[in-house]
């Protein structure tokens, strides 16, 4: 578009179209800086935008998470499987979550849907192995390990 065109009222494309943010960018830019609440607030901007990325809603519940809003959490994992009930990062997130607010039924059920289906890959070999000796330390609590302690979500 010419700068006459634009100067008599006229439009750029670049105008036509609100530039959106990229909220969901930002967020995990601002959590790899360590600010947990902005990080939460972009997710919130970003979810607004778009109420069922499941990629923001389990970031949302990460960073709820490292700040100590469980609840918020666990609302956030919990809105992931509604939409998504085969999320196995959500499965393992929430059941941790779920463990330190005492619901151990719960959590073991998370935990198996979690090991019914478990990300593949060398690095999440780390977290079955971890999902799967907590369960076993729900299933059988006398042989000594309290899962509570032992979150890595």
């Known amino acids: 578009m010419s700068w006459l065109?634009?100067?008599?009222?006229?439009?750029?494309d670049s105008d036509a179209r609100p530039q959106r943010l990229d909220y969901l960018n930002e967020a995990l830019l601002l959590e790899r800086q360590g600010d947990y609440d902005a990080a939460i607030t972009s997710y919130r901007l970003a979810l607004r935008d778009h109420p069922d990325d499941l990629k923001v809603l389990q970031n949302m519940a990460i960073a709820?998470?490292?700040?100590?809003?469980?609840?918020?959490?666990?609302r956030a994992y919990r809105k992931s499987l509604?939409?998504?009930?085969?999320?196995?990062?959500?499965?393992?997130?929430?059941?941790?979550?779920?463990?330190?607010?005492?619901d151990v039924v719960a959590a073991e059920k998370h935990l198996v849907a979690f090991?019914?289906?478990?990300?593949?890959?060398?690095?999440?070999?780390?977290?079955?192995?971890?999902?799967?000796?907590?369960?076993?330390?729900?299933?059988?609590?006398?042989?000594?390990d309290s899962p509570a302690g032992s979150s890595e979500a």
């Open 115 to 144: 090991l019914a289906s478990p990300p593949a890959g060398a690095e999440a070999e780390r977290w079955v192995r971890h999902a799967e000796a907590t369960l076993e330390s729900l299933r059988n609590p006398a042989s000594g």
């Open 82 to 102: 509604e939409i998504d009930p085969s999320l196995s990062g959500a499965h393992y997130g929430l059941a941790f979550l779920l463990i330190k607010r005492g």
């Open 64 to 74: 709820y998470s490292r700040t100590g809003r469980l609840e918020e959490a666990i």
């Open 5 to 12: 065109n634009r100067l008599f009222g006229g439009k750029s």
